[in-house]
């Protein structure tokens, strides 16, 4: 059985893998962006919506 700290713990690794795979997402689209790529292309290659990478192109970069 597992006991709570190990509950809590395992949650954070998740959490943690979540937040990595998201910000890799996040900078292949600032790569592909940067690379000129149109934006619904850079939406497909990195996983994302069209409305967040709409979001990067806002972002100072």
């Known amino acids: 059985m597992l006991s709570v700290l190990d509950k809590v713990e395992a949650r954070g690794i998740q959490l ?3 937040r990595g795979i998201q ?3 996040t900078e ?5 962006l940067r690379m000129g ?3 619904a292309k ?3 290659a990195a996983s994302l919506t069209l ?3 709409d979001a990067l192109r ?3 970069g």
Do not use: C, D, S
């Open 37 to 39: 790529l149109e934006p």
């Open 16 to 18: 943690g893998e979540a």
């Open 28 to 32: 292949t689209a600032r790569n592909l």
């Open 58 to 60: 806002g972002q100072a």
């Open 23 to 25: 910000l890799g997402r």
């Open 51 to 53: 409305e967040e990478v």
């Open 42 to 44: 850079v939406a497909e």
